[in-house]
């Protein structure tokens, strides 16, 4: 699942070792490293890239500091393009992940998890930026409702922002728009700058994570995307793409 969404920078965390057989076993740790290292591989990530760390979560090794009850362990290491990596605890496999870069130079898109009425501010539509940046005084419109209007102001934590970037979580005051013109799932552009527009069709590559019959033409599930949560059918099986 985590791969479908295009989560790149994977770390295996392999807790409970005070539980194992003898408590803080080598060989345990090794058998579902092996294991778990040819499941990844079969998704598509490289086990390589991959921090695999033995830890306790109950009594803290190699959480923050290198324990002493696994000596046996002298570490683990990544390797990448940007340079490799390396350390003990499960802090550092955290600290060595590089930060995705954040699309700011996209045009603004920003689906709605959900729209609120505020007693003497208005319609306050909250979400989270994925591309582009959201600033008061900017003309959005947000779709499939096709309703546009200007943000008078963005808050994040309670605090007024000049301008907000991908990842921000943000809460934005619009003018002349009711709570029932706009919902979760719709999304907020820039209507200046390709604006969101309603789909009625479009063409998808699917992953069958588990599914217990066939799936054939005219199935109809429900599609989540992004905060939208709406029925549709496929239409057409174009062609079965399985690199396995």
């Known amino acids: 699942l985590a791969f479908t969404l295009g989560v790149k920078q994977l770390i295996v965390g392999v807790n409970k070792m005070d539980s194992t057989e003898p408590p803080y076993s080598q060989k345990r740790f090794e058998e579902i490293q092996k294991e778990v290292s040819t499941y990844i591989k079969k998704i598509g990530y490289n086990p390589a890239t991959v921090a695999f760390v033995p830890i306790s979560g109950w009594h803290g090794d190699n959480m923050l ?19 490799n990596a390396n350390g003990v605890t499960l ?19 920003l689906p709605l998890q959900d729209v609120y009425k505020i007693g003497g501010i208005g319609t306050v539509p909250v979400g989270r930026v994925e591309t582009g940046t959201l600033k008061a005084g900017m003309i959005v419109t947000f779709a499939p409702a096709n309703v546009t209007t200007e943000v008078k102001s963005v808050e994040m934590h309670h605090e007024t922002l000049e301008s907000a970037m991908p990842g921000d979580n943000v809460g934005f005051n619009v003018k002349n728009v009711s709570v029932k013109d706009i919902r979760r799932g719709n999304v907020a552009g820039d209507s200046k700058n390709d604006p969101p527009m309603e789909a009625g069709t479009f063409t998808a590559q699917v992953i069958i994570l588990n599914h ?27 062609e079965k793409i399985d690199r396995r």
């Open 65 to 83: 500091e290198a324990s002493a009850n696994m000596g046996w362990f002298k570490g683990w290491k990544v390797e990448r393009k940007d340079g």
């Open 91 to 109: 802090l550092e496999a955290l600290d060595s992940i590089l930060p995705p870069s954040r699309p700011t130079d996209k045009p603004l898109r």
């Open 212 to 238: 217990p019959g066939q799936i054939s033409q005219g199935y109809a599930p429900v599609l989540d995307c992004h905060t939208a949560h709406i029925a549709c059918k496929f239409s057409e099986l174009k």
